[in-house]
Nanobody, 129 residues
Framework: QEQFVESGGGLVQPGGSLRLSCAAS????????IGWFRQAPGKEREGVSC????????YYVESVKGRFTIFRDIAKNTAYLQMNNVKPEDTAVYYC??????????????????????WGKGTLVTASS
């Protein structure tokens, strides 16, 4: 059974840093683009960042460019989202997910509601002083 378990969230002061982890099981991450998504209170889930299946390309929504970094450790079957200079508007539940084989990052981030069939429980990030 395919599973994602997100962790690393918590309370962080604006300007601070957090590293989120996404441990996958039941499949190998090396075959898939992996995305990070977030859902803020009262808002729809949005794509935040994605790493391509071959690790050659990374993608970020404009609001996090220069602050967030996505990377993964294939040996551990785990993806990460390093969040620096966190802002109050980053407050949300963060999820990682994949689409079907051969789905590129652009589609995964923008059409996740149609392409993602399994969501984990997510991890809550609260940026507040």
């Amino acid at each position: 059974q395919e599973q994602f378990v997100e962790s690393g969230g918590g309370l962080v002061q604006p300007g601070g840093s957090l590293r989120l982890s996404c441990a996958a099981s039941g499949f190998s991450m090396s075959y898939y683009a992996i995305g990070w998504f977030r859902q803020a209170p009262g808002k729809e889930r949005e794509g935040v960042s994605c790493i391509s299946s071959d690790d050659e390309n990374t993608y970020y929504v404009e609001s996090v460019k220069g602050r967030f970094t996505i990377f993964r450790d294939i040996a551990k079957n785990t993806a990460y989202l390093q969040m620096n200079n966190v802002k109050p508007e980053d407050t949300a539940v963060y999820y990682c997910a994949k689409g079907p084989l051969d789905v590129p990052c652009g589609l995964l981030l923008n059409r996740h509601s149609q392409l993602v069939h399994y969501w984990g429980k997510g991890t809550l990030v609260t940026a507040s002083s």
